[in-house]
């Protein structure tokens, strides 16, 4: 439901035109009227509005797609950890970040920003999602954002397969991510990693040392064991995956989360998967858009610009993005504002028509 003012602030049109436009539909409303979503979008397409954002918004795709990859470089590859309660993804991924040289040399806390990026000595890096692995498939994947590469599966070796083992699995399969398992816990005295490679084969994840094609890497997330050398079988794995992206593109990536700061406003976790991200760029990110104010890594430090695969905390939106929702750098303000609000004049007619079939069934079930 929009008032005949806010639909003509969101046309950029006098008042009385849109007034014009609902008497053509019998509709006589003052300015202050409120109008149903459906007839406000029917406006906004009989003045070609939305026709037009649009055709921006392909424009810009189209410009993306024509101008050519020439600069594909190697990324790091983007890794979520699942597993089943317990079996010690969160200890996983605290050894994970031990082993991370910047920290190391600084000793630093790493600040909660939803994904961490590991350095190795020799310069490779891997990203890590922090949002459990789950969640980073059903609220990211869902929605259509394609955020992951790899999927670590952690199979405690003193418990072995256990229903939200076979879950994880489902979800890497259904949306083609390919999976390493970590056999976690082999310092545990009633460990049995072998037991963990039987089970699983019978899901169909044979080991390769079985002459399958699943890399297993037996760990210990308490005491560091053979954590380096899961880390080794990541990098192996994207090496063989080819995972490239173009630096010198305009950015596009997906929000991780968001939150607001009492401080700092709207602040949310931008994956950059194509393109470099610079201060300064204007965005759509969702339903909402705005220009990077600052921006600051997993570690807090803060960066002028975020190539592909990396994480950072971007200050700067107008409004609350989805975690899930796309993020994209178009080259100015009004046509940021355009794609922005075109989205959400869609978005609300959606719920509305969505909400319309809600009480039709409530109807259906009453009579
Ligand atoms: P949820 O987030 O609740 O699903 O659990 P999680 O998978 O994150 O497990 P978490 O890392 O919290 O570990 C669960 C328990 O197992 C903790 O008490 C850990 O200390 C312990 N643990 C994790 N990894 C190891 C390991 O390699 N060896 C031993 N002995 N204990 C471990
Ligand atoms: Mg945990």
């Keep these: 439901i929009i ?11 006098p008042p009385n035109q849109v007034m014009a ?3 053509k539909r019998g509709i006589l409303a003052t300015i202050n009227q409120t109008i149903p ?17 649009k055709s921006v918004e392909e424009k810009i795709d189209q410009e993306e797609e024509e ?22 993804k969160t200890t996983l991924l605290d050894a994970v970040r031990k082993t991370n040289v910047a920290e190391r040399e600084k000793g630093g806390i790493t600040q909660h920003i939803g994904a961490s990026v590991v350095e190795l000595p020799d310069g490779r890096k891997i990203t890590f999602l922090d949002t459990p692995g789950h969640e980073a498939f059903i609220s990211l994947r869902a929605r259509g954002a394609q955020v992951t590469d790899i999927a670590v599966l952690v199979v405690a070796a003193d418990d072995g397969v256990m229903p939200q083992t076979v879950e994880a699995i489902n979800h890497a399969r259904a949306f083609n991510v390919p999976i390493i398992v970590a056999v976690n816990k082999i310092d545990k005295p009633g460990a049995d990693p072998q037991r963990v490679r039987r089970e699983l084969s019978e899901l169909g994840l044979i080991p390769e040392e079985w002459g399958g094609d699943t890399i297993f890497v037996d760990v210990s997330a308490k005491t560091g064991q053979n954590i380096d050398q899961l880390l080794e079988y990541i990098l192996l794995l994207a090496d063989l995956l080819e995972l490239k992206a173009d630096p010198t593109k305009r950015a596009k990536g997906t929000i991780i989360e968001s939150k607001l700061d009492k ?14 991200l610079y ?13 990077v104010r600052a921006m600051t890594d997993d570690k807090g430090r803060r960066l002028k610009s975020a190539g592909p695969s990396t994480p950072v905390e971007v200050l700067g939106f107008e409004d609350l993005p989805m975690a899930g929702d796309t993020f994209k750098v178009v080259p100015d ?14 978005k609300e007619q959606l719920e509305k028509v969505s909400r319309g079939l809600a009480l039709e069934e409530v109807f259906k079930k009453i009579q």
Excluded: C
């Design 3 to 13: 008032t005949v003012r806010e639909l003509a602030d969101i046309l950029k049109v």
């Design 21 to 23: 436009e609902l008497l």
């Design 37 to 53: 979503a459906e007839v406000a979008v029917s406006i906004a397409e009989g003045m070609g509005f939305l026709a037009e954002i």
């Design 67 to 88: 101008e050519p990859s020439e600069n594909l470089q190697p990324r790091p590859p983007v890794v979520v950890v699942m597993g089943h309660v317990d079996h010690g």
């Design 263 to 276: 401080q700092k406003g709207v602040v949310a976790t931008v994956l950059v998967q194509e393109g470099t």
């Design 279 to 291: 201060v300064g760029d204007i965005f759509v990110a969702g339903t909402t858009y705005g220009r």
């Design 333 to 346: 303000e009004k046509t940021a504002r355009q794609i922005a609000e075109a989205r959400r004049l869609q």
